[in-house]
């Protein structure tokens, strides 16, 4: 039997005491507050009647683990066609009345006005997110849902394009294992969710998720469109505040920190010096196209008293494919940039020898360990596991 909330006292029940449906309670209110405390209890609404909202905890519970998504090659190859473009957080409002519009099995839609704004208050709070896909600059298809500590509430998804939700789906799945997202939570089977490699689990297993939850790796407002991981490293001079200053202006100048590795001292690698590198990963959210993040990690690199051996030479080239190893105060390398894939005179993405060498693959390991190279179709733990560098690789601090 459901049981009856008091819109003033903002509390629920146990999810264990729901009806055979997943009804656990009805009323409450649609706040930000009865929200976050909904998500964090493992209840959802779903519907309203009369004003009043239901809660629902449905057992079993449609879960996907980010490092089991299924993606087809006919999906990849939309994912990767240049007419699809992704966004994150850029039409919040528009993604959720989109998903209101979805014509469904059942009569009508449980996102009526009311779910919408207060979705849109949870989106303005920073709690709430969209990932989107966009085809010759509209918006095809989306989904949104709620971030709580670290993993993600799936609400509801749309397309008006073929394939144009999954898309989307490939997009916050990327994000997810970037972020070290554990779960994504879809609450309900359906044959689609299935065919992406979500799955169902017993509910008392993911409420035993939810109180593993780690609150330090909550991460509020708004989202950015991408996410870059660099790698620093140094062998000259003050190394240590070489490594800090340069991770300061990346924060300031190419956007949010939102994983840093430890700083692990590793030998010179392609020359020979007998001062040893201090290498360290951080992984960043910007807004800033590659191009434009390697221009400001070169002029970082300058400003820290980096000068490259082309630079001499006149040679207008940011980044040439032949590259003669020296010491160096700092170097700031693009690793990945989203799964993106990248072959120019100026940039190659991901970086096209980081799968040989050791003294990237750990830090990156400590920050990013189930995010998978879009190439070499493998995880980052998966690479250092079969790395054939020997090269020293000692954790300093």
């Not at 879960?63 to 699809?84: D, G, M, N, W, Y």
């Not at 993106?340 to 040989?356: A, F, G, K, N, S």
């Not at 990013?368 to 190439?375: C, V």
Request: with cysteine; charged share 25%.
């Amino acid at each position: 039997m459901a049981y009856l909330l008091d819109e003033n006292i903002v509390g629920f029940p146990d999810p264990e005491l729901a009806d055979p449906d997943g009804l656990v309670a009805v009323g409450g209110g649609m706040s930000v507050t009865w929200l976050y405390n909904a998500y964090h209890y493992g209840l959802f609404p779903w519907y309203r009647y009369k004003g009043k909202p239901y809660w629902f905890s449905p057992d079993p519970r449609m879960v996907l683990f980010p490092k089991e998504f299924r993606c087809s090659k006919s999906l990849a190859r939309k994912i990767h066609s240049p007419r699809f473009e992704t966004r994150i957080d850029t039409c919040f409002r528009e993604v959720v009345e989109c998903c209101a519009s979805v014509k469904r099995k059942e009569e009508g839609t449980w996102i009526d006005s009311e779910f919408v704004d207060a979705y849109c208050r949870l989106h303005d709070v920073g709690v709430a997110h969209s990932f989107e896909t966009f085809l010759d600059g509209k918006l095809v298809g989306g989904l949104y849902g709620v971030g709580i500590a670290d993993y993600f509430c799936g609400e509801s998804m749309f397309h008006t394009v073929s394939d144009a939700s999954k898309i989307a789906f490939a997009r916050m799945v990327e994000f997810a294992l970037m972020h070290r997202t554990r779960f994504i939570d879809a609450q309900m089977y359906t044959d689609h969710l299935a065919s992406l490699g979500a799955r169902e689990i017993p509910r008392h297993e993911f409420l035993q998720l939810l109180e593993n939850k780690n609150i330090d790796r909550s991460y509020f407002g708004r989202w950015r469109n991408n996410s870059v991981v660099l790698l620093l490293g140094g062998n000259q001079g003050d190394r240590i505040s070489l490594l800090l200053k340069a991770v300061g202006q990346i924060s300031r100048r190419i956007g949010t920190v939102f994983a840093k590795s430890p700083i692990f001292e590793t030998e010179p690698w392609g020359f020979e010096s007998e001062q040893s590198f201090l290498n360290m990963a951080v992984a960043v959210d910007t807004d800033l196209k590659p191009m434009e993040v390697l221009r400001i990690a070169l002029d970082i690199e300058k400003k820290l008293g980096r000068v490259r051996p082309d630079e001499t030479q006149d040679n207008k080239d940011p980044q040439p494919k032949e590259r003669h190893y020296s010491s160096r105060p700092i170097d700031i390398d693009l690793i990945f940039y989203n799964s993106q894939v990248m072959d120019t005179p100026e940039l190659q993405i991901p970086h096209p020898r980081m799968q040989d060498r050791r003294f990237v693959l750990e830090p990156l390991r400590h920050i990013i360990p189930d995010f998978i190279h879009p190439k070499l179709h493998k995880t980052i733990e998966e690479l250092a596991e079969e790395c054939s560098d020997k090269g020293d690789v000692k954790w300093y601090f």
